[in-house]
């Protein structure tokens, strides 16, 4: 497995579809109730095959430098994911996306993920700009931002069509210079 360790506890790791589909569906299918308001793509996943399917396309994208998609590990188990969901060209950035399973929240592993990512963000993909995009009402999305260092941009109207309707988004940003300052402080 190949895997980028953040400390003692929290790693991250690609997926192996054959291998880590099971897992990950069962963690998808538990949190079910609390991701479903933020990621409307869980009603897709309906089956391991899903997941496997899934983490198939997400392999192909890396493998053509679209985005970057890997396994949230807490002591060697899966907890969740967490990705690069593109790259930009015109502002050298890139966005993080992530979810956690719920029988983890509040153990500060998405935090140490984010934290992880911006560290290959900035050092391995050589991007300037990290940004995270997370509804307004999205408290647990936008406090792991705040905690993580992002500096809060600003709010965009209807930015996220969610199985509800349409929600504000708050976008924030963490600028290359900020991680240095951060890292050297």
């Known amino acids: 497995m190949f895997q980028y360790k953040i400390d003692e506890e929290v790693s991250l790791a690609l997926p192996r579809p054959k291998i880590d ?4 569906y069962a963690l998808i299918d538990d949190s079910r109730e609390e991701l479903l308001p933020w990621l409307p793509w869980v009603l897709d996943m ?4 899903d997941e496997e399917n899934v983490l198939k396309t997400n392999l192909k994208h890396f493998s053509e430098g679209d985005s970057v998609t890997v396994i949230i590990l807490f002591n060697n188990q899966p907890a969740g994911v967490i990705s690069f969901n593109r790259f930009r060209e015109l502002d050298n950035s890139t966005e993080i996306g992530y979810w956690l399973a ?3 929240v509040g ?3 998405m935090q140490r993920a984010v934290r992880g990512m911006c560290e290959l963000g900035f050092t391995d ?4 700009k990290i940004e995270i995009h997370a509804a307004v009402d999205n408290t647990r999305s936008n406090k792991v931002a705040e905690r993580a ?3 809060l941009d600003g709010l965009i109207r209807a930015s996220e069509l969610l199985e509800d309707g349409y929600h504000d988004g708050y976008i924030w940003t963490l600028l290359k210079s900020d991680w240095d300052n ?4």
Do not use: L, P, R
């Open 149 to 151: 260092g992002f500096h």
């Open 125 to 128: 993909y050589q991007v300037n």
């Open 46 to 49: 309906e089956s391991v095959t």
């Open 107 to 109: 153990k500060g592993i």
């Open 21 to 24: 589909a099971e897992a990950i």
């Open 102 to 104: 719920t029988k983890f």
């Open 182 to 185: 951060m890292c050297n402080n």
